[in-house]
Nanobody, 113 residues
Framework: QVKLVESGGGLVQAGGSLRLSCAASGIIFSGNAMYWYRQAPGKERELVATISSGGTTNYADSVKGRFDISRDNAKNTVFLQMNDLKPEDTAVYYC???????WGQGTQVTVSS
């Protein structure tokens, strides 16, 4: 079955960096787009970044220039490099298999001021 497992979250000071990973199994990873979302307390889940099967990327305006999404098809893994983190980036981050109902369990990112 499809399984997505995120890792790499944690506590970081403002201005710091974190790299999230999402390891996928049970799918033909290279043929699928992958998405990163986040959900802050009391807020709706929002789309942060996407990467197509061909490597085309898109970002929410709030993270453009600070976050970078990439993929390693040999490792069935998608990454989210987050730089210059801000307190408003604090959220649970989820990966999603394209526009499907397959989500990871989430990883907490907390940015202190």
């Amino acid at each position: 079955q499809v399984k997505l497992v995120e890792s790499g979250g944690g506590l970081v000071q403002a201005g710091g960096s974190l790299r999230l990973s999402c390891a996928a199994s049970g799918i033909i990873f290279s043929g699928n787009a992958m998405y990163w979302y986040r959900q802050a307390p009391g807020k709706e889940r929002e789309l942060v970044a996407t990467i197509s099967s061909g490597g085309t990327t898109n970002y929410a305006d709030s993270v453009k220039g600070r976050f970078d999404i990439s993929r390693d098809n040999a490792k069935n893994t998608v990454f989210l490099q987050m730089n210059d983190l801000k307190p408003e980036d604090t959220a649970v981050y989820y990966c999603r298999l394209s526009a499907t109902n397959y989500w990871g369990q989430g990883t907490q990112v907390t940015v202190s001021s």
